[in-house]
Structure formats: structure tokens, C-alpha cells
């Protein structure tokens, strides 16, 4: 019997692009960002007001991220981030212009490029690479569009819902290709860091507790010899 190989198209690599996107953003503000279940086709990507970030990667497949923020869906990803981190809600800025907010978004999405990159070196067993994310304060009257070299290029916009619910959307063009598994393999196990730094830390706790314990055995141990006069 013969067994169909399994294919992975465009689409299944923007799906695994939008699960970093929602799992990146959930985990470092401690909200619900999710995205819908409906994807657009659209003939070209654009960076749109308020906020706009942008990534190009390239090797094995080429493409384009754009994510566009509404200044409020910016805010409340910048202010839960920022209260995630430790800082107190009166210096945080208030106005998505600010450089600071830009940064933090430039930033975020960089973590979010990293954990789709590694996504695709694994399960695709392939290498791409991306550029330094770009971050742009849009004018309301403004839209750029993003021109690149693409093969039969594949484009796609998603829209995302914050816990406020404050939409955003992501702007996604790539080569039309596909993936096809010739052999079965074992993609390579994910960890979190912080999962890993938190057991190395309760290993470490438990090894003190150890230590202390031996420490309280063999002073009390040196106390009876005391008393026994050796």
C-alpha cells in the first residue's frame, strides 16, 4: 500500500507563523492574544497606520512580514509588557508614538521572528534568517508598500484580537512552495527557557536544602562526641 507523503504548503507555514505570533505575545504580557480562524488573500503587503513593523527572511524560502498595530492595540502590547517586566505603571508612555513603545514592538517581534525561525529550521529541516525589524510611526494618510523578489509570491493578511479586545493585523507574502516528507523523522524536542532556568533553579534549591541538612547531621554529630569527651 502506498502511502501519500505528507505535503507542507504556504499556508501551513503562515499558520505556524501565526501560532508564534499569538504564543509570543500571550506569554511575555500575560494575556490573551489570539488570531482568527479566517485568512484573507490579498495581492500585496502594506504598512498601514498606526504602527507598522516589518521583517524580511530569506534561504531556504523567501518572504515578508509586515504586522500593522492600531495605536490601541499597541498600547495595551507595550503597557503589559513593560508591567510584565517589573516597571511601574507611572513611567510608562501613554502615546504609541512614543520611541519607547516602538522599541518594545520592534523588539517583541523579533522574538516573535526567532521562535518561527526555529519552528521551520526543525519541522521543515530547513534554514532561513531574517533582517533587523523595522518599526514606523504611519501617518493616518500614509501607506507604503513593500516590494520584494518573490517567487510566484503567496500573500496572506490575518487579522488578531488582544484581551482588550484592540485588533491588529499581520501581512505575510512568501515563494509559493511546498514541503514534501520523503522519510519519517523526529523533529527535534521544544523547550522553554524559562521552564529550564526554573528546574535549575529548584535543583539548586534542593541542593541547598541538602547541604543544610548534612551541615545540621554533622554538627550534631560533633556535639555527642563533645559530650562523650572525644
Do not use: W
Not at 501565526?18 to 503587503?45: G, K
Not at 510608562?92 to 523588539?107: I, P, Q, Y
Not at 479586545?165 to 511546498?178: C, G, P, Q, R, S
Amino acid at each position: 500500500m502506498t502511502t501519500t507523503p505528507l505535503v507542507i504548503t504556504s499556508d501551513d507555514i503562515l499558520i505556524k507563523l501565526c501560532n508564534s505570533v499569538s504564543h509570543v505575545l500571550s506569554s511575555t504580557t500575560a494575556s490573551q492574544v489570539t488570531h482568527a480562524a479566517m485568512v484573507q488573500s490579498i495581492t500585496r503587503t502594506c504598512l498601514k497606520p498606526d504602527l507598522g513593523c516589518f521583517s524580511i527572511f530569506d534561504g531556504g524560502f523567501s518572504g515578508l512580514v509586515v504586522i500593522n498595530f492600531s495605536a490601541p492595540a499597541a498600547i495595551e502590547i507595550y503597557r503589559s509588557y513593560m508591567k510584565q517586566m517589573g516597571m511601574p505603571e507611572s513611567e510608562l508612555a501613554f502615546s504609541h508614538t512614543s520611541d519607547e513603545v516602538g522599541d518594545v514592538l520592534s523588539e517583541l517581534m523579533n522574538q516573535i521572528l526567532g521562535d518561527f525561525i526555529n519552528k521551520v529550521n526543525k519541522q521543515l529541516q530547513t534554514s532561513i534568517n531574517q533582517s533587523q525589524p523595522k518599526m514606523l510611526t504611519i501617518n493616518k494618510e500614509l501607506t507604503i508598500s513593500i516590494d520584494t523578489n518573490l517567487d510566484e509570491a503567496v500573500a496572506r493578511r490575518v487579522s488578531f484580537r488582544t484581551q482588550n479586545n484592540h485588533i491588529f493585523y499581520l501581512e505575510f507574502a512568501m515563494d509559493k512552495t511546498e514541503f514534501i516528507q520523503l522519510n519519517d523523522f523526529d523533529a527535534e524536542e521544544e523547550f522553554d527557557p524559562d521552564d529550564l532556568l526554573a528546574e535549575h533553579g529548584q535543583n539548586h534549591k534542593g541542593k541547598s536544602q541538602v547541604q543544610v541538612m548534612d551541615k545540621s547531621i554533622a554538627d550534631e554529630a560533633d556535639d555527642l562526641l563533645s559530650e562523650l569527651g572525644l
